[in-house]
């Protein structure tokens, strides 16, 4: 059965759709069958994965409220065992829809559940927010993975999601674990950096990630160009690092997800 992974954080600019993006892509070149759901009404994971905005294709918004399965709305994304599930701004309208719904909470998990059999790993991509929509995806997930940017209030962010997770594991998801908490733009040549890792380390231990997405422009010019960074330009840094993620998330299968916060 596979994986599904929520990537989180309730800061913006943080990474999370460039991490979901490319973990997918590099998770597929490991000949891993991986889908990527945008759950994101910003739309950005669907853009930078090749699909421009368009009102009239179904999305998970469609999936979401809708007596009809999942399978219906995944899309082939360039890569051999690589799939998406496209978002729409539409999809802000879900937490009013889902409020009077029972299991309200529950709702993406009973989607996805089905297609676990068909995917090694299913990545969600959730909003900048710990709102309705994030919850959905929480309790679905069998982990979560933190991308936090190297900057000052870093330690700060992560330690209210980890609160979060702490009272969605007890009121709904007791199994949801800790993947790993990514540091991204890390640039080597700062102390800020170097600070914020070694912060993280001392705090959360082996829940951070050995592997550090860098600052890289190749990598933040990927998403305009609606590919993974492994196709657009395979020999760069953040190709090499995020290729190395996905063989660390790989490594966490065959020991289990790392412990709870």
């Known amino acids: 059965m596979g994986r599904v992974i929520a990537i989180a954080n309730q800061k913006g600019g943080v990474g999370k759709t460039t991490t979901a993006i490319n973990l997918g892509a590099a998770l597929a070149k490991q000949e ?5 759901v945008d759950f994101d009404p910003q739309a950005n994971t669907t853009a930078g994965m090749g699909f421009p905005r368009n009102p009239s ?25 690589l799939f998406l599930i496209p ?23 009973l989607k996805l559940d089905p297609l676990r059999s068909k995917y090694n790993y299913i990545l969600v991509d959730c909003p900048p927010a710990l709102d309705l929509l994030t919850l959905n995806a929480l309790v679905a997930a069998d982990s979560v993975l933190v991308p936090v940017q190297c900057e000052y209030f870093a330690l700060e962010g992560v330690s209210e999601l ?68 492994l196709v657009y330009d395979p020999a760069c840094r953040g190709a090499e690092s995020y290729i190395q993620l996905a063989q660390e998330v790989i490594g966490h299968d065959a020991k289990g997800a790392r412990a709870g916060a």
Not at 32 to 36: A, G, I, N
Not at 87 to 109: F, H, W, Y
Not at 208 to 216: A, E
């Open 162 to 229: 980890l609160d979060t997770l702490i009272r969605v594991r007890r009121a709904h998801n007791p199994k949801l674990a800790v993947e790993g908490i990514l540091l991204t733009m890390y640039d080597d040549r700062t102390n800020l950096s170097k600070q914020v890792r070694d912060d993280l380390k001392d705090f959360f231990g082996d829940q951070v990630f050995s592997t550090v997405i860098p600052r890289n422009v190749r990598l933040a010019e990927a998403p305009s160009h609606g590919k993974p960074i």
């Open 87 to 109: 978002s729409e701004k539409n999809l802000v309208g879900a937490t009013i829809e889902l409020t009077d719904r029972q299991e309200r909470e529950q709702q993406l998990r």
């Open 57 to 81: 294709r179904s999305s998970i918004y469609h999936g979401l409220l809708n007596d009809r399965e999942l399978t219906e709305f995944v899309l082939p994304a360039g890569i051999e065992g």
């Open 32 to 36: 891993m069958w991986t889908l990527v």
